[in-house]
């Protein structure tokens, strides 16, 4: 969730997101970051930085590494750099420079993967990055055309691409689940979620999430990738079953941009909010729902400094 200069919260909250198994979430703000725990909700690092804000933070599950991206009225880092920071020596380890705008970075233990206007660049994860024409990870992105994706699995050079089309009008969202089988999309209109097979590129399900055109601010599926999350603008949280979708009746009212995931158990979903607020919502399969915790994460502190 990048929030930067269009904050109306006075917070000064720039960026928040979950890592890669929703079990903590970064906060980039205006002068430094922290490190919250899920559930429960607990801080676990705050750094602060005099000379700056960082607009994207990304975490690499509970180690010690991150990696940064200033943004904000006065970044720590010029825009086209992404730093990784090791939060043991309390310092950057790793400068990528770059000759445009960083508008994305997502690490794996043995990958740095950036993107930029129009490429995305995949480097080993070492002291000195060495960029790379061929990898095992997984890449999802908007194709050339209109709504649609391309897979890429550059580990194996003489497959081409995989091109789904998902949607006929812009991409407005798109995930991987953890295992890297399923993709789910979202197209600027937000009215409809379709989740695709990665390996064949056929569609497995598709859900509506409404009628009226939504902005969809994030998608993402539970460990066992049997639900998934969706926020949007409207102001609710929707939960979709993807194998019993006679379960698919819970929403979930919520208030201003926000991201969500699913808690450490399958029947609740953590939300972080622009506003600096969290909830924890606990739900049944009747589609029944109940907000069971609410606090103000930029409120908490906490001594320890340590992320894992």
Excluded at 16 to 21: L, V
Excluded at 120 to 125: A, E, L, P, R, S
Excluded at 154 to 168: G, R, S, W, Y
Excluded at 223 to 249: P, R, Y
């Amino acid at each position: 969730m990048n929030i930067g200069r269009s904050n109306p919260h006075g917070n000064r909250l720039l960026f928040a997101g979950f890592n890669q198994d929703q079990g903590c979430f970064a906060c980039g703000m205006d002068k430094g970051f922290r490190v919250y725990n899920c559930d429960p909700l607990k801080e676990k690092v705050r750094q602060d930085f005099p000379d700056g804000g960082l607009a994207f933070v990304e975490m690499l599950f509970r180690c010690n590494y991150l990696a940064m991206v200033g943004g904000g009225t006065s970044p720590k880092y010029p825009t086209n750099r992404v730093v990784i920071w090791d939060d043991l020596k309390k310092d950057s380890v790793i400068t990528l420079e770059f000759n445009t705008h960083v508008l994305c970075v997502r690490l794996r233990r043995d990958r740095i993967v950036v993107v930029l206007e129009g490429v995305i660049k995949v480097y080993t994860f070492t002291q000195t990055p060495q960029q790379l024409h061929v990898n095992n990870s997984l890449l999802a992105f908007p194709g050339r055309k209109m709504g649609h994706v391309q897979l890429v699995d550059l580990a194996d050079t003489d497959k081409p691409p995989l091109d789904i089309a998902a949607h006929e009008t812009l991409l407005g969202c798109i995930a991987l689940n953890l295992q890297g089988t399923r993709l789910a999309t979202a197209s600027e209109r937000g009215t409809l979620i379709r989740v695709f097979d990665t390996k064949s590129g056929n569609m497995l399900y598709e859900f509506r999430r409404g009628t009226n055109t939504a902005q969809i601010y994030c998608i993402n599926f539970n460990a066992d990738s049997t639900m998934m999350c969706v926020a949007s603008d409207h102001g609710t949280i929707h939960i979709f079953a993807l194998e019993d979708q006679s379960l698919n009746k819970q929403s979930m009212p919520n208030g201003p941009q926000c991201v969500c995931a699913f808690g450490s158990e399958n029947n609740c979903i953590i939300v972080i909010c622009a506003d600096g607020n969290y909830y924890k919502f606990v739900f049944n399969q009747k589609g029944e729902c109940w907000r069971d915790i609410c606090a103000q994460f930029l409120e908490i502190t906490n001594d320890n400094n340590i992320i894992s």
